[in-house]
C-alpha cells in the first residue's frame, strides 16, 4: 500500500487537509467533538451501571475503565462509519481521474486517528485523578495501536468496496457495528467469563486490542506475547485478504458507481 501511496502523496495530504477542514473548522468547537463523543458515552455508562443497573464491571473506577475502552472502540466505529461512503459519496472524482482508491478511505481513518489522540489528552489527567500506577508496559500501547490502526484499515477498505457493489451494505453495516459493539469488552472485561466465552470473544481482534489496552493502561500488566504474535497473523492474514480483494474491485469502481 505504502508503494501505491507515495507518488501520490501530495494528493493524500490534500484530501486529509480537507477532512480536517469539513471536520474541524467548520464547525462551531472544532476539535472538542473528538472528546464529546467518548466522554458523553462515558458518562452515560458510568450513570447506567452506577445508578441503575448497580453493577459491578471492574474493580477500578468506572470512568476510567469505560473511557479507556471507548477510546478505541470510537476510533473503530468511526473510521469504519465515515470509510464505508467515501467511495461512494466521490464519485464524480472516480469517474474522471485515475489515483490509488485507497486514499478516500485512509483520509478518514487519518482523522479519526487524529481524534483518539485529542480524545486521549484529557485520559491522562483522569490516570493521575484516580492515581492510577502508570508502569513501563505502557510501551505496549504502540504495537496495540499499530494492530488496532491495521484491523480498522482491513475493514474499512472491505466494506467500501463491497458498498460500490451491494447498497445493502450500508444497512448491514450499522448492524455489524452493533454487533460488535457487544462483541468487544467496552463495557465489560472478560477476565470474569467462563472459557468458552473468552475463545468466542477472541474471535474478534478488537476483544484483544482492547481487552490489553485497558490492562497495560490501567493496571500495569503486560500482553501475553504468544498471544499477541497469534492476534497479529490473524490481523496480519486479513489485511493482505482484505487489500487484495480492494485492489481487484477498484479497476471496475468507475464502471459500477
Known sequence: MIKRLLPYKDLFLVYIWREFNIRYRQSYIGALWAVIQPLSMMLLFTFVFTYLIKAAVSDYPKTIFFYSGLLPWTFFSSSVNYSLTSLTGNYSLITKIYFPREILPLSGIVMALLDYAIASVIFIPMLFIYHIHIT???LWMLPLLLLLFVFTISMSLLLSSL???????????GFLIQLLFFASPVLYSIDDLSIKFKLILFFNPLTFIIENMRRCLIEGRGVVVWQFVFVSVIVAAFYYLCYRFFIKTERDFADVI
Open 136 to 138: 513501563y508496559n505502557i
Open 163 to 173: 458498498n460500490v457493489y451491494y447498497r445493502d451494505v450500508k444497512l448491514a453495516t
